[in-house]
């Protein structure tokens, strides 16, 4: 069974040819009476194509939830007047890779819309149009990655404390899937570390212990030897002493 992603970021592609989608269009961005949370939307009639010709003018619209849910919730969310927008549902990892994409700030080579051609409800999209917050996001994810590097033994608990006693929550419960993977792998090769030291050691033992069976064996051989010589002496003199 595949993963349910859950998400407060859901975005719609709709086309104002198709009479579902206008009306749908209108309800949102103008009479605002579907959806009790924050939204940015922009008309997109200057994308192309690869042959160069330019595509059927649509809209982006990228809805910021209060709350986690999944692509199905949303869409239930949607009045069944408008059986189509399904079809027409795309899913965005981050709330500021949405936003960015209305105005393909982020794809150089795709046209480049005016923010000012966004239409939006309660939602600030200057902050995630401005390259500084996601700089201070990754900032931040960067020192919650630099602290584990610098204490590997600290236990979760004791992690999530510094995360928030830091302020640092909001970049940790969103990059947690990432993180949690990282420390997997440290745990990994921490544990690769101490079986190659072990094996290290079995093999030094496994040496000293060879050298050792080998030095017995020749001290064995010696003190054969010495057997047979104490044995040999020992008949030598008997045998002279009944000569004389």
């Given at each position: 069974?595949?993963?349910?992603?859950?998400s407060k970021?859901?975005?719609?592609?709709?086309?104002?040819?198709?009479?579902?989608?206008?009306?749908?269009?209108?309800?949102?961005?103008?009479?605002?009476?579907?959806?009790?949370?924050?939204?940015?939307?922009?008309?997109?009639?200057?994308?192309?194509?690869?042959?160069g010709?330019?595509?059927k003018?649509h809209?982006?619209?990228?809805?910021?939830?209060?709350?986690?849910?999944?692509?199905?919730?949303?869409?239930?969310?949607?009045?069944?007047?408008?059986?189509t927008?399904?079809?027409?549902?795309?899913?965005?990892?981050?709330?500021?890779?949405?936003?960015?994409?209305?105005?393909?700030?982020?794809?150089?080579?795709?046209?480049?819309?005016?923010?000012?051609?966004?239409?939006?409800?309660?939602?600030?999209?200057?902050?995630?149009?401005?390259?500084?917050?996601?700089?201070?996001?990754?900032?931040?994810?960067?020192?919650?990655?630099?602290?584990?590097?610098?204490?590997?033994?600290?236990?979760?608990?004791?992690?999530?404390?510094?995360?928030?006693?830091?302020?640092?929550?909001?970049?940790y419960?969103?990059?947690?899937?990432?993180?949690?993977?990282i420390?997997?792998?440290?745990?990994?090769?921490?544990?690769?570390?101490v079986?190659?030291?072990?094996?290290r050691?079995?093999?030094?033992?496994?040496a000293?212990?060879?050298?050792?069976?080998?030095?017995?064996?020749?001290?064995?051989?010696?003190?054969?030897?010495l057997?047979?010589?104490?044995?040999?002496?020992?008949?030598?003199?008997?045998?002279?002493?009944?000569?004389?």
């Open positions: 069974m595949s993963k349910v992603i859950r970021t859901h975005c719609l592609e709709l086309y104002p040819d198709c009479i579902d989608h206008m009306q749908l269009i209108n309800d949102i961005l103008y009479n605002q009476v579907m959806f009790e949370c924050g939204y940015a939307a922009i008309l997109h009639d200057m994308d192309r194509r690869e042959d010709e330019l595509k003018p809209y982006h619209i990228v809805f910021a939830l209060s709350r986690e849910c999944s692509k199905d919730a949303f869409i239930k969310r949607v009045h069944s007047a408008y059986p927008i399904a079809d027409n549902y795309f899913y965005s990892d981050s709330r500021e890779h949405g936003i960015r994409y209305l105005v393909h700030a982020d794809d150089p080579d795709k046209f480049q819309y005016n923010p000012s051609l966004i239409i939006s409800h309660e939602l600030n999209i200057d902050r995630y149009l401005n390259r500084q917050f996601i700089a201070d996001e990754e900032d931040k994810i960067i020192k919650i990655l630099d602290h584990i590097q610098s204490y590997p033994k600290e236990s979760r608990e004791e992690l999530t404390r510094w995360v928030l006693n830091n302020n640092l929550w909001s970049e419960r969103r990059s947690y899937i990432i993180i949690n993977d420390i997997k792998e440290r745990k990994q090769d921490k544990y690769y570390d079986a190659k030291e072990l094996f050691v079995k093999r030094d033992i496994t000293q212990l060879e050298h050792f069976q080998e030095g017995m064996y020749n001290l064995k051989k010696d003190v054969s030897k057997n047979n010589d104490r044995v040999f002496y020992i008949r030598e003199i008997d045998r002279k002493e009944e000569l004389h």
